[in-house]
Protein backbone atom coordinates (compact mmCIF):
# COMPACT_ATOMS: atom_id res chain seq x y z
CA UNK A 1 0.00 0.00 0.00
CA UNK A 2 0.99 3.96 -0.46
CA UNK A 3 3.35 4.10 2.83
CA UNK A 4 5.28 6.98 4.46
CA UNK A 5 9.07 7.28 4.46
CA UNK A 6 10.60 8.14 7.76
CA UNK A 7 14.63 9.49 7.74
CA UNK A 8 16.68 8.81 9.46
CA UNK A 9 15.62 5.30 11.40
CA UNK A 10 17.50 6.20 14.25
CA UNK A 11 19.29 9.84 15.41
CA UNK A 12 21.62 9.71 18.08
CA UNK A 13 21.80 13.87 19.49
CA UNK A 14 23.67 15.49 21.44
CA UNK A 15 21.79 16.82 24.74
CA UNK A 16 21.54 20.53 23.82
CA UNK A 17 21.78 20.45 20.18
CA UNK A 18 19.38 20.61 17.45
CA UNK A 19 18.13 17.89 14.80
CA UNK A 20 15.59 17.59 12.45
CA UNK A 21 13.37 14.34 11.12
CA UNK A 22 11.53 13.37 7.83
CA UNK A 23 8.74 12.08 6.48
CA UNK A 24 7.67 11.84 2.87
CA UNK A 25 5.31 10.50 0.58
CA UNK A 26 4.85 9.63 -2.94
CA UNK A 27 1.51 10.93 -3.38
CA UNK A 28 -0.61 14.12 -1.78
CA UNK A 29 -1.16 14.26 1.54
CA UNK A 30 -5.11 15.57 3.24
CA UNK A 31 -2.83 16.05 6.20
CA UNK A 32 -0.58 14.88 8.43
CA UNK A 33 0.03 13.69 12.07
CA UNK A 34 2.82 13.41 14.61
CA UNK A 35 3.09 10.95 17.05
CA UNK A 36 5.62 10.73 19.76
CA UNK A 37 6.38 6.76 21.82
CA UNK A 38 8.08 7.08 24.65
CA UNK A 39 10.46 3.70 25.77
CA UNK A 40 7.84 0.93 26.92
CA UNK A 41 5.04 3.15 26.27
CA UNK A 42 2.47 3.70 23.87
CA UNK A 43 1.74 6.52 20.82
CA UNK A 44 0.87 9.91 22.10
CA UNK A 45 -0.73 12.57 19.68
CA UNK A 46 1.50 16.06 18.91
CA UNK A 47 -0.09 17.82 16.23
CA UNK A 48 -2.15 17.40 12.75
CA UNK A 49 -0.96 19.61 9.58
CA UNK A 50 -3.52 20.48 7.32
CA UNK A 51 -2.25 23.21 4.90
CA UNK A 52 -0.12 23.51 2.21
CA UNK A 53 3.03 25.08 4.19
CA UNK A 54 1.96 24.70 7.37
CA UNK A 55 4.33 25.53 10.74
CA UNK A 56 3.25 24.94 13.94
CA UNK A 57 5.29 25.16 17.16
CA UNK A 58 5.01 23.70 20.44
CA UNK A 59 7.98 24.95 23.08
CA UNK A 60 10.82 23.65 20.93
CA UNK A 61 9.31 21.11 18.34
CA UNK A 62 8.54 23.00 15.10
CA UNK A 63 6.35 21.00 12.52
CA UNK A 64 6.20 21.93 8.89
CA UNK A 65 4.09 20.64 5.83
CA UNK A 66 5.37 21.26 2.90
CA UNK A 67 4.65 23.09 -0.12
CA UNK A 68 3.33 20.17 -1.87
CA UNK A 69 1.75 18.31 0.63
CA UNK A 70 3.83 15.39 0.08
CA UNK A 71 6.46 15.92 2.98
CA UNK A 72 6.98 17.13 6.61
CA UNK A 73 9.41 17.71 8.77
CA UNK A 74 9.47 17.79 12.71
CA UNK A 75 12.69 20.11 14.12
CA UNK A 76 13.54 20.42 18.13
CA UNK A 77 15.98 22.75 19.04
CA UNK A 78 17.90 22.64 21.99
CA UNK A 79 17.34 18.70 22.81
CA UNK A 80 16.63 17.35 26.08
CA UNK A 81 16.99 14.06 27.51
CA UNK A 82 12.95 13.79 28.02
CA UNK A 83 12.99 14.36 23.94
CA UNK A 84 13.75 10.07 23.68
CA UNK A 85 11.04 8.33 22.36
CA UNK A 86 10.04 7.60 18.97
CA UNK A 87 8.39 9.81 16.58
CA UNK A 88 6.39 8.42 13.89
CA UNK A 89 4.53 10.55 11.08
CA UNK A 90 0.80 9.15 9.85
CA UNK A 91 -1.39 9.59 6.93
CA UNK A 92 -4.80 9.33 6.43
CA UNK A 93 -5.96 6.98 3.49
CA UNK A 94 -9.88 7.07 3.83
CA UNK A 95 -10.60 6.39 7.32
CA UNK A 96 -7.33 4.53 8.29
CA UNK A 97 -4.12 6.08 9.46
CA UNK A 98 -0.87 4.48 7.94
CA UNK A 99 1.91 5.81 10.07
CA UNK A 100 5.48 5.54 8.65
CA UNK A 101 8.36 3.25 10.48
CA UNK A 102 9.58 6.23 13.22
CA UNK A 103 12.47 8.06 13.99
CA UNK A 104 13.92 6.37 17.16
CA UNK A 105 15.52 9.26 19.09
CA UNK A 106 18.97 9.04 21.61
CA UNK A 107 19.57 11.23 23.19
CA UNK A 108 23.11 11.95 25.16
CA UNK A 109 23.80 13.73 27.88
CA UNK B 1 -11.23 9.52 33.37
CA UNK B 2 -12.07 9.01 29.96
CA UNK B 3 -9.53 6.51 28.34
CA UNK B 4 -9.09 3.73 26.75
CA UNK B 5 -8.13 0.56 28.84
CA UNK B 6 -6.44 -2.57 27.27
CA UNK B 7 -6.44 -6.09 29.18
CA UNK B 8 -4.47 -7.91 29.62
CA UNK B 9 -1.30 -6.07 29.91
CA UNK B 10 0.87 -9.24 29.43
CA UNK B 11 -0.29 -12.60 27.87
CA UNK B 12 1.65 -15.92 27.16
CA UNK B 13 -0.07 -18.08 24.58
CA UNK B 14 1.05 -21.81 23.75
CA UNK B 15 1.13 -22.29 20.06
CA UNK B 16 -2.19 -23.22 18.55
CA UNK B 17 -4.34 -21.52 21.02
CA UNK B 18 -6.81 -18.42 20.37
CA UNK B 19 -6.48 -15.26 22.90
CA UNK B 20 -8.19 -12.34 22.69
CA UNK B 21 -7.11 -8.83 23.46
CA UNK B 22 -9.61 -6.65 25.25
CA UNK B 23 -10.04 -2.52 24.16
CA UNK B 24 -12.64 -0.61 26.29
CA UNK B 25 -13.38 3.28 25.71
CA UNK B 26 -15.42 5.92 27.54
CA UNK B 27 -14.50 8.50 25.25
CA UNK B 28 -17.87 7.99 23.04
CA UNK B 29 -16.27 7.34 19.96
CA UNK B 30 -17.12 6.12 16.43
CA UNK B 31 -13.88 4.92 14.97
CA UNK B 32 -11.93 2.36 16.96
CA UNK B 33 -8.68 0.68 15.49
CA UNK B 34 -5.92 -1.72 16.16
CA UNK B 35 -2.21 -2.42 15.70
CA UNK B 36 0.39 -4.24 15.56
CA UNK B 37 3.95 -2.76 16.57
CA UNK B 38 6.93 -5.35 16.54
CA UNK B 39 10.07 -4.74 18.34
CA UNK B 40 11.74 -1.04 16.33
CA UNK B 41 9.01 -1.13 14.03
CA UNK B 42 6.04 1.20 12.97
CA UNK B 43 2.22 0.69 13.58
CA UNK B 44 0.78 -1.60 11.29
CA UNK B 45 -3.28 -1.31 10.91
CA UNK B 46 -4.76 -5.02 11.67
CA UNK B 47 -8.54 -3.99 11.80
CA UNK B 48 -10.56 -0.56 12.33
CA UNK B 49 -14.76 0.11 12.99
CA UNK B 50 -15.97 3.77 11.97
CA UNK B 51 -19.26 2.29 13.59
CA UNK B 52 -21.02 -0.40 15.74
CA UNK B 53 -21.75 -3.20 13.79
CA UNK B 54 -19.41 -2.91 11.15
CA UNK B 55 -15.52 -3.35 10.78
CA UNK B 56 -12.76 -2.87 8.02
CA UNK B 57 -10.05 -5.08 7.18
CA UNK B 58 -6.46 -2.89 7.40
CA UNK B 59 -3.51 -4.13 6.07
CA UNK B 60 -2.54 -7.27 8.01
CA UNK B 61 -5.99 -8.54 9.11
CA UNK B 62 -4.55 -12.77 8.47
CA UNK B 63 -4.77 -14.32 11.14
CA UNK B 64 -6.89 -11.74 13.34
CA UNK B 65 -11.02 -11.03 13.99
CA UNK B 66 -12.68 -8.74 15.49
CA UNK B 67 -16.07 -7.96 16.61
CA UNK B 68 -17.96 -4.51 17.22
CA UNK B 69 -21.03 -5.31 18.92
CA UNK B 70 -21.14 -1.97 21.31
CA UNK B 71 -19.61 0.94 20.65
CA UNK B 72 -17.23 0.76 23.59
CA UNK B 73 -15.84 -2.16 22.83
CA UNK B 74 -13.77 -3.58 20.00
CA UNK B 75 -12.02 -7.31 21.12
CA UNK B 76 -9.53 -8.47 18.95
CA UNK B 77 -8.81 -12.28 18.95
CA UNK B 78 -5.59 -13.23 17.45
CA UNK B 79 -6.30 -17.11 15.97
CA UNK B 80 -3.95 -19.80 15.61
CA UNK B 81 -3.79 -19.08 11.95
CA UNK B 82 -1.43 -15.95 12.97
CA UNK B 83 2.02 -17.51 11.92
CA UNK B 84 3.79 -14.73 14.03
CA UNK B 85 1.38 -13.59 16.84
CA UNK B 86 4.35 -12.11 19.78
CA UNK B 87 4.21 -8.60 19.30
CA UNK B 88 2.62 -5.11 21.06
CA UNK B 89 -0.91 -4.67 20.23
CA UNK B 90 -2.22 -0.92 20.38
CA UNK B 91 -5.87 -0.46 20.33
CA UNK B 92 -7.04 3.04 19.41
CA UNK B 93 -9.94 5.32 19.02
CA UNK B 94 -11.08 8.43 17.16
CA UNK B 95 -14.19 10.84 17.15
CA UNK B 96 -15.58 9.73 14.03
CA UNK B 97 -14.89 9.61 10.21
CA UNK B 98 -11.92 11.64 8.77
CA UNK B 99 -9.03 9.99 10.95
CA UNK B 100 -8.48 12.96 13.42
CA UNK B 101 -6.97 12.42 16.64
CA UNK B 102 -5.78 8.79 17.41
CA UNK B 103 -6.17 8.22 21.36
CA UNK B 104 -4.17 4.72 22.74
CA UNK B 105 -4.72 2.63 24.92
CA UNK B 106 -1.32 1.45 27.03
CA UNK B 107 -0.96 -2.00 24.55
CA UNK B 108 -1.49 -5.50 25.34
CA UNK B 109 2.19 -7.59 25.13
CA UNK B 110 1.50 -11.02 23.82
CA UNK B 111 4.62 -13.39 24.06
CA UNK B 112 3.68 -16.93 22.20
CA UNK B 113 5.55 -19.82 23.43
Known amino acids: GQQVMQIPQYQHVQEGEDFTTYCNSSTTLSNIQWYKQRPGGHPVFLIQLVKSGEVKKQKRLTFQFGEAKKNSSLHITATQTTDVGTYFC?????????FGGGTRVLVKP | DGGITQSPKYLFRKEGQNVTLSCEQNLNHDAMYWYRQDPGQGLRLIYY???????QKGDIAEGYSVSREKKESFPLTVTSAQKNPTAFYLC????????????FGEGSRLTVL
Open chain 2, 92 to 103: ASSIGQNTGELF
Open chain 2, 49 to 55: SQIVNDF
Open chain 1, 90 to 98: AKAAGNKLT
